[in-house]
């Protein structure tokens, strides 16, 4: 550990581009937080685009009662014909009639919201009071022009972070939002342990939502949830650093790190993880037969990338040619950058017709891409895996590992079934 | 500023994605930050296309905006046009763009590109995306078609057909045959099918046919005024249509009517006896104009439904709507917000409705069978098979298709006999298909409830027990109508309390 020659991926040089990017901005965070926190409504402030991306993002999972909406700018408040902000209180009291049983609202800032300086934090200042006690109303940005896809989810959790009730007390926060069943498993786990005083940011409910002091020690669930951290240091938490809980070596590193800060014997950690630990090794197993041996490519995303390059690299015996990220958050990345393995190329930020340009020269056996991508690269006879299913599917922790590895195997098998027959594709 | 959770049109932008995204040749560049590159999952998932759009996104950032999004937007034209060199360019501005007043027209000018540049002007935040593919094939005619010789052989353009068309492609097939049966060469199909080059020779057509007004309607009328082209009226959409459409050409062209209808099956399949129990069925139809009209004449006259609901979510054309659901004596309902659709058809309480993918998931909820007759559709609407809506196969297609979601003939009888048979539940939905059994009707209490949603003069109505357990013994596909027909009538004598003798009254009442 005292050993400073770098390992891994740490010192490696990373490619920064600019140019088109092919990414969803942050309002896709909606999608998922929408799901987890059951008395929120997440209010869209912005453009009939901003609207049908959202319902393009969602398809049709989730017709049913959303809790999201836009309210639709209309030339009228453009024009300042109409005061944007009565506009806006309107809309909400409107909205929060019809849904007494919403008792947080986020007003989620837009491209357009920005560009015209509409002051959302002004506005739910303005709403907190005139809705309170019942409804605590909050707001953050998801615009394209300040955050890439997941950046979404960071800028919502760091938004509640200055509202959280104050503690002295040593407890452990768990940051991110998971499914509820991966969510329990990580707590059984960490109570098995001997760790008990566990919260988790974004509570289930608003009455749920954690204490922070300057006891409050923090693990991040997601890599991409660096202004959250932020945050968090500012109201005297401390963050374990660790790999992320992928796989069944990311998943040990991660609860090790917790285990430690907690002075939790490495007997008895050896002996609550064991079992686990076997169960994920001989999952993964099932699917790193089909990916080892087998080069991959990332397209920038989720900010997940690096720390599934890790696990696909380490566990499945994948070879990462290049591995990029929209945006690469070193503090929060260095354990995993310790981890992935040298060769592999990284790149920061996107030129997506220069990345496309690389991928066609290196012919990976599989790429992650977005949904715009992946159709034009299998009719070139690439094999692909869309990178959204990797925030809608419970992939974290040991019970998951052997799913996550599977995500990646499927498409490879699928594309060995079909190769008798050609496809040629038609439009 | 309004509410909104779900949206039948996208942004105008979307519209002119959707004309690029169907030519070859033409390259769009717009600027817009890097979320709206969602719209090409549009193309590349729902439609399975394995291209992507022409489409370069300038994805300007916050940090950009106080410097030089200028310089970003004439370097990404400059890009595009090096890496794809198109015959022609469109430039544009998405919502945000347009708030930034870069003019990208202007700009993309000043670059002195060899080829045209075509500025589209898509005011973001009063139109939306079937303004879009309209306004941008206008302009495109506009800009590209050049005046040329007639060709000496008789021939049309067939336009409206786009990217993501409900449809579309096979629409095209199907009307291509009706041409050639009356000797009329097809010069060109645009935009869809179309590269700038044979935009630019349009005028040697004869005269247009237009498939979709909604998205060619300007086109077509300018291609009117400066080329002498007459164009078509009629969407030969159902057997009546098709032959109405036969004989317009035949006028505008002089050519013979001709219809080659030895595969015409659709209307022996609906004077067959099974279809007896079709008679009758109420149908609220909700989708864009032109499928929305069109669907409504075929319910009624070609498959001896009754109409109890039009609308249409473009008002580009309420006009023409309004006039045909007076006809119909329904009132017409042109919105664009769901919850008022769904409304409508709880209240309307229709065996079936014909309708987009939100009403599909509205008769999911309601417990009505949907079929889907216009966009906005979902991949399952882009179906590998051949199947069209337009042309002698396209009548075919609607008979096949209305009729699979319902209860069939003898099913609906065997379900009125055996009601209480376990096995043979109503709560199943129709035999046929195995996991699709729609929900039955929202939940009835056992105590007197309140009547569902319903007209103001009889939210009063109370049902007793007895009545509410009576009418659940009625089949699911027509429960709906019985409630809704008692308590009309219930309101009309001015009784308050329903009772088994009421509802068996009314069943008496409106009996046909
Ligand atoms: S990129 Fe901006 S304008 Fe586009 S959908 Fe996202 S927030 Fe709305």
Redesign the pocket.
Known sequence: MNDHTPLGCNAAPVLKERGQHEVF?G?TGIIWLHRKMQDAFFLVV??R??AH?LQSAAGVMIFAEPRFGTAILEEGDLAGLKDANDELDREVARLLERRPDIRQLFLVG???SEVIKLDLSRAAERLSQAHAPNVRVLNFS????ETTFTQGEDACLASMVPELASTDAANLLLVGALPDVVEDQARALLSDLGIDNVQVLPGRRADQDPEVGPNTRYALLQPFLGDTAGALDKRGAQRIAAPFPFGEEGTTLWLKAVADAFGIEADHFDRVTAAPRARARKAVAAAAQTLSGKRIFFMPDSQLELPLARFLTRECGMEAVEVGTPFLHRAIMEPELDLLPGGARLSEGQDVEKQLDRVRADQPDLTVCGLGLANPLESEGLTTKWAIELVFTPVHFYEQAGDLAGLFARPVRRKALLAAQPAEVTP | MKLTVWTYEGPPHVGAMRVATGMEGLHYVLHA????TYADLLFTMIERRGKRPPVTYTTFQARDLGSDTATLFKDACLAAYERFKPEALIVGA???AELIQDDPGGLAEALGLPVPVIALELPSYSRKELFGTDETFYQLCRALAKPVDRTPEVSCNILGPVGLGFRHRDDVVEVTKLLDAMDITVNCVAPMGSRPSDLARLGAAHFNVVLYPEHAENAARWLEREHGQPFTKTVPIGTQATRRLVDEVAQISGQAANLQDDDLRQPWWSASVDSTYLTGKRVFIFGDATHAMAAARVARDEMGFEVCGLGCYNREFARPLRALAKEFGVEALITDDYLEVEHAIAEAAPEMILGTQMERHIGKRLGIPCAVISSPVHVQDFPARHSPQMGVEGANVLFDTWVHPLVMGLEEHLLTMFRDDFEFSDAAGPSHHGGHAPVPPAPEAAAPTKAAPAPKSIEDLVWVPAAEKELRKIPFFVRGKARRNTELFAAEQGVSEISVETLYEAKAHYAR
């Open positions: 901005c309002l912005g453009s685009t901003c991306l837009s491209c357009p998801g615009s394209g022009i | 930050p890097q979320g709206d998405s919502c945000t």
